[in-house]
């Protein structure tokens, strides 16, 4: 008997080999659709908790060193180095500092001497890169992106290392003439290897730069100068040196390393007032700027990225509902056409001794047959793209929904049909 | 007595705009008997057939088979019940196109869960008594009107069921294939078989052994 359903099944498809195969590609293709775009919208979801989760309970200031001409004069003039060990103090008390997280961010551009490809120059994204390169004594340099940054940076903004490794104590240690550990943002992959050097200037100091490792894709940093998120992938980062000896670059390196944030939970004005004790503690009457960006935009940065994040989910839920809804109707559509047809068939199985049941099961069977197999292919397909677990478990239970909400049609679909009156004409 | 309706009643549509088929039918149906059915297209006639082959449930009435309650067997058991004791002729023959002749013909014989051994000689003797043997991995569109009509008689004898009920099994036949056809039916119920045919031919009605005209979903 079950042969013979098959065989049944079989003919039908037989008989409508074009509607079949097309709602077969239908249902493959919305079923790779819907879990790519599940995997997705569980990527954003999962980073709207991240950043709920890492920046929920904090507030976020942006810093930058607001010394006067007469006092950045004095600064950079003073030989006996009194200055720059008060600096180098505030700073180092500012990185240490356990009532806040202060890190050093500070986007720098650096100047490479090897070719460098234009999507990592300053100016791209305006479609500007001219001024990013030129010749300097014979030597092309490129005005390139690069952040320095200190320990916390790396926590406060939850910028994850990909492959090779993140900074080591050491590593923020600067020896003239020794290679300068770097990281790299995802975009570089294609371009350089862990342990490729790269020849570079950096506030006027050459350097040679070595890859040490790379940063994770879709990373982002709270980026004062843009006052907004920004993706940390053609970014080169440098870690934030502490340099004993007393140079006009390591005089101007501490200044640099005072702009970056401070993830606090105590507030602006006790914030900034800790910061103040610790520069005046150094018998200083210099000032740090610290901004509270909610005064600044009409919505705070991380509230507006979280939400941002959150509506992208949810647009995400809404195009899985809308192919499902498409699928399931085309599917049910097709399905009531391809029933249509076998009418005759079916009234013929009824003479024969089937009962409506079995006629049922057969329907049935064939929209089994159809979703097994679009989503066989559909899995396959995934899996090939790298999609996760949850995508192939999710798209497996919306094949089940559908595969109920189908036959329940079909159902009402062939009672309405009357398939059993093959006998005489409409009386 | 083979079958009994009593005042059976079948009625389509909603009630504010009831069509009525069959109104109070009663009917007693002896083993081996030839009954005939006629009356005006719409009068009835092929709902009424649809019901004793219980592809259709009355609106009201009795259906007893053999002494056995029919109308109250669940829809397993009317499949069953069919499989067994009913073999459908309609006027269309209707034939599976895409199956052979011996495909079509063991169709009820697979849902009677037959061995593949006993299909096949029973499916031979039928197709030898049909004068069909030649023709049995043959098609129906490859087949004479006659040739199909005669593949759905051996296709309703092949589960030797106790009734045979044809709705105008000569209407889409020339005179000559009907007449043949006709000859076939009378010998299939001199060997024992009940037939209970509609037609419209009064010749035809004249080969029964008794004639029931109906008329507005009443016998008259």
């Known amino acids: 008997m079950i042969l013979i359903r098959c065989k049944n099944i079989w003919k039908m498809m037989c008989n409508d080999t074009v509607v079949v195969t097309l709602l077969l590609l239908l249902i493959t293709s919305c079923l790779v659709l819907t879990g790519n775009i599940v995997q997705k919208q569980e990527k954003s979801q999962k980073k709207a908790e991240e950043f709920q989760e890492q920046y929920g309970d904090m507030e976020h200031y942006w810093t930058a060193e607001a010394l006067d001409d007469l006092d950045y004069n004095t600064y950079t003039h003073d030989d006996t180095g009194k200055l720059y060990d008060k600096l180098s103090n505030i700073r180092q008390l500012l990185w240490s500092e356990e009532q806040f997280q202060f890190y050093t961010c500070s986007p720098q551009p650096i100047e490479i001497k090897n070719k460098m490809e234009n999507i990592f120059l300053y100016g791209y994204e305006q479609g500007n890169t001219e001024c990013s390169v030129q010749e300097i004594d014979g030597i092309m340099r490129y005005t390139t992106k690069c952040l320095l940054v200190s320990e916390k940076f790396f926590d406060c903004n939850n910028i994850k290392i990909k492959t090779g490794r993140g900074f080591e104590e050491e590593d923020y240690q600067y020896n003239k003439g020794e290679n300068v550990p770097v990281l790299l943002g995802s ?112 919505m705070p940065v991380i509230e507006r990225y979280s939400k941002m994040t959150k509506q992208i989910a949810g647009q995400f839920k809404i195009l899985v509902v809308l192919v499902t809804v498409f699928a399931t109707v085309a599917l049910i559509l097709n399905m009531f056409s391809i029933l249509r047809k076998n009418k005759y068939q079916f009234g013929i199985e009824m003479l024969c001794g089937s009962s409506y049941k079995g006629i049922f099961v057969e329907s049935f069977g064939l929209v089994f047959v159809i979703l097994l197999v679009g989503d066989m292919w559909a899995s396959l397909i995934l899996k090939a793209i790298g999609m996760g677990l949850y995508s192939l478990i999710f798209i497996q239970s919306l094949v089940g929904a559908v595969l109920i909400i189908t036959c329940i049609s079909c159902y009402f679909y062939m009672k309405k049909m009357e398939i059993g009156k093959i006998i005489g004409g409409t009386e | 007595m083979l079958l009994k309706i009593d005042n059976i009643n079948v009625s389509y549509g909603k009630k504010d705009n009831q069509i009525v088929a069959l109104k109070d039918v009663s009917l007693q149906v002896e083993k081996g008997e030839f009954l005939v059915l006629m009356g005006k297209s719409g009068c009835g006639k092929s709902t009424l057939l649809n019901v004793l082959g219980t592809l259709k449930n009355p609106t009201a009435g009795e259906y007893y088979f053999n002494g056995n309650d029919v109308i109250n067997m669940s829809d397993r058991e009317k499949a069953k019940f069919r499989n067994k004791n009913i073999g459908f002729i309609v006027q269309h023959f209707a034939l599976m196109n895409e199956r052979t002749v011996y495909e079509n013909i063991a169709l009820p014989l697979h849902y009677m869960r037959m061995g593949k051994r006993e299909i096949k000689e029973r499916i031979d003797e039928l197709l030898e008594n049909m004068e069909m043997a030649d023709r049995k991995n043959a098609y129906p569109n490859e087949l004479s009107g006659g040739q199909c009509q005669r593949v759905a008689i051996a296709r309703a004898l092949a589960t030797r069921p106790e009734v045979i009920l044809a709705d105008e099994p000569t209407g889409a036949l020339d005179e000559e294939t009907g007449n043949k056809i006709m000859q076939l039916l009378q010998r299939i119920n001199q060997s024992g078989t009940t037939v209970i045919m509609v037609t419209h031919d009064s010749d035809f009605a004249k080969l029964g052994d008794r004639c029931i005209t109906m008329k507005d979903g009443r016998i008259v």
């Open chain 1, 187 to 298: 975009a570089y992959e294609e371009y350089y290897n862990i342990g490729d050097c790269i020849q570079a200037e950096y506030l006027y100091e050459d350097m040679t730069l070595q890859v040490v490792g790379f940063l994770d894709s879709d990373m982002f940093f709270i980026s004062g100068l843009d006052q907004d998120f920004t993706s940390t992938e053609r970014y080169i980062i440098l870690p934030a040196f502490r340099i004993d000896e007393l140079s006009f670059f390591s005089q101007i390196l501490s200044l640099s390393e005072l702009n970056g944030g401070i993830a606090s939970q105590i507030g602006i004005s006790k914030t900034k007032q800790i910061c103040y004790d610790i520069i005046r503690g150094q018998g200083v009457t210099w000032n740090i700027n610290i901004v509270n960006p909610e005064t600044v935009g009409s």
